[in-house]
């Protein structure tokens, strides 16, 4: 698509943008009290005080249409006022129907190459959902590159007008900054949704859809914060054509993942702790039927010409699966080749979309980019457990394996946990992002203990264990149901027909499980006159959190130092029983 040239007078904007007046022709005083401190730009900085703005009439219905103004740090800006209630002496547009343009680069074009727009859609009369689209123009230079420019959209699902963030004192959308660990200032925070591509509208075939379409945000029990998050994604093809670098979308959803936290230990000042991410890719579904409309979506006819692509002003309807079709589009209509999965061991990830997947790779390799099973640069480096199903022969389903104890992902070829006991290498909101937070981590971990599971029979079970506890990358302990004569088969969790509310008691019922075993294992080890107060600490546990990790680590202790007894002391009745009784959480085997 080539782009439109757009011819503006410049006028008495082009001498405000240089910091002077257009009516006194003296240097505007730039006197807004947070102009220039370092406290958070919450608002457009106003005018000057005592600067005159310019209004318009369009439409020749005898109130101004345009507001023409400047702020206080001297940017061109310009309001149109979508639902025809600007009188004149208006100092600013609002922020319920009205669209701002910023002329960024102050060439006299508001929407053009350069420029941010931010545009409010009302809630129209049938009830359908406020909305704010953000479409942030790259620079002309900067047309064949990819991955540049915004086109977002947030739905205002749960009536709290809290939209994007955009950093006012440079014009930048900052959609990832965050007070404390992960109260982030977009809205990311309870029942919410977005969509979003890098690219600006020009460049995207269907204006309708986009690549995040949508990210879904949940809040089951109605606290303000987020309890699950669902994104769909309709990757685009890169073509490259009339001087551009084009994105065409195919209106289907290649791409879904679903996070969760499972124990709904979030709150203030912890407002993001997701536990648990499935992942889907391949054919998916198509959306192209899931249509929304919003009758004020049609933005002030007579303004078009503002835009060097005025397509998404004059929109019907946008096109995404909202939060109730979500599901079942996912479970029931998807087709998917593969199948991912994530659990956050260490609950250190303050993430706003999902506990990032690991990779099937290397399982030692570590960094950004190494080739490790922590490749994306997002991902924690140490403290998750990914497991991987490649051909979806599981479709998702869970189940609770006796081999651990744990929640695992049904048909996974194998997985690897990269244990952080201690959450050292903490992962907090991750980032990659240059000045948008807390880095991933300041010093990469080199070495830390690792487990792999096999499921070495291919019926949709993990059968062996192995541990690589010294970090040198060599597997020295294994265990082995299979080789034991032990049945790895157990029920499987129809995920698909899980609500938020199944996945907590699903929680709740491993963690305390975790725990009754690891009392178990408590008895039984003070049976054999092992000193059980060596491990005080891992004894009161005060949450689901930490009945599942003490109750785990418990009794991997507790087996060790059994295996242990049994071989100083050559105890050989005890040491045939050991494996048997830890990998099926039978400690009562012990006598």
Not at 136 to 146: C, L, Q, S, V
Request: charged share 30%.
């Amino acid at each position: 698509m080539k782009p439109i040239t757009l011819l503006l007078a410049a006028g008495s904007l082009l001498l405000s943008a240089q910091g002077v007046s257009a009516q006194t022709d003296k240097p505007v005083k730039k006197d807004y009290w947070n102009a220039n401190t370092l406290l958070i730009p919450y608002r457009l900085p106003p005018a000057p005080a005592g600067y005159k703005p310019t209004y318009i009439d369009l439409d020749g219905d005898g109130d101004p249409d345009i507001l023409r103004t400047v702020t206080a740090n001297g940017i061109p800006v310009q309001w149109i006022d979508d639902d025809d209630d600007m009188q004149y002496g208006d100092l600013e547009g609002d922020t319920d129907n009205d669209c701002l343009m910023i002329d960024r680069n102050r060439d006299g074009i508001y929407g053009g190459y350069g420029d941010l727009i931010i545009d409010w859609v009302g809630e129209d009369e049938d009830g359908n959902p406020a909305m704010q689209v953000v479409v942030d123009n790259i620079p002309e230079a900067d047309r064949m590159k990819t991955g540049n420019g915004h086109y977002m959209w947030v739905i205002d699902t749960d009536k709290d007008d809290v939209f994007n963030y955009v950093d006012w004192n440079t014009f930048t959308l900052r959609c990832w900054i965050h007070n404390g660990i992960s109260d982030f200032y977009e809205d990311y925070h309870g029942k919410s949704a977005f969509m979003k591509i890098h690219s600006s509208t020009e460049r995207v075939n269907d204006v309708r859809m986009n690549w995040e379409n949508p990210f879904l945000f949940y809040d089951p029990d109605n606290d303000g914060l987020t309890e699950m998050a669902i994104r769909f994604c309709d990757t685009p093809k890169i073509v490259k054509e009339d001087g551009q670098a084009n994105s065409v979308l195919a209106g289907s959803i290649d791409w879904a993942s679903i996070s969760i936290d499972m124990d709904n230990d979030n709150g203030p000042g912890n407002e993001f702790d997701l536990d648990m991410t499935i992942r889907f890719t391949g054919p998916g579904f198509s959306y192209k039927d899931q249509k929304h409309i919003n009758k004020n979506l049609r933005g002030l006819p007579e303004a078009d010409t503002f835009f060097m692509d005025a397509r998404w002003r004059q929109l019907p309807e946008l096109l995404y699966p909202d939060h109730d079709a979500a599901w079942d589009l996912t479970f029931k209509k998807g087709k998917w080749d593969e199948a991912w999965f994530t659990y956050d061991e260490d609950d250190d990830c303050n993430r706003w979309e999902r506990v990032e997947l690991y990779q099937p790779l290397d399982p030692f390799k570590v960094g950004k980019g190494q080739g490790g099973i922590d490749n994306n640069g997002q991902s924690d480096p140490a403290g998750d457990r990914g497991e991987w199903d490649l051909d979806n022969s599981g479709h998702g389903q869970l189940y609770v394996s006796p081999i651990d104890g744990k929640i695992h992902l049904y048909g996974a070829e194998w997985g690897c946990w990269r244990i952080d006991q201690n959450a050292k290498f903490y992962q907090g909101m991750g980032g990659i992002y240059d000045g948008y937070g807390p880095k991933r981590i300041e010093t990469e971990p080199t070495v830390f203990p690792t487990v792999k599971y096999t499921d070495t029979d291919n019926n949709g079970f993990f059968d062996l264990m192995e541990f690589d506890l010294d970090g040198d990358k060599v597997f020295e302990q294994r265990i082995s149901m299979k080789e034991l004569g032990l049945d790895d088969r157990c029920p499987i969790i129809n995920t698909a027909d899980m609500k938020y509310k199944d996945f907590l008691d699903l929680q709740s019922q491993v963690s305390d499980n975790m725990w009754k075993n690891a009392e178990k294992a408590i008895e039984v080890a003070k049976a054999k006159k092992l000193n059980t107060k060596w491990y005080a600490l891992m004894l009161q546990p005060k949450s689901t959190r930490e009945r599942y990790h003490y109750g785990f680590w418990l009794q991997f202790y507790l087996y060790n130092d059994l295996k242990d007894l049994a071989e100083r002391t050559n105890d050989k009745a005890l040491a045939g029983v050991i494996d048997k009784a830890y990998l099926q959480g039978k400690w009562e085997l012990i006598k």
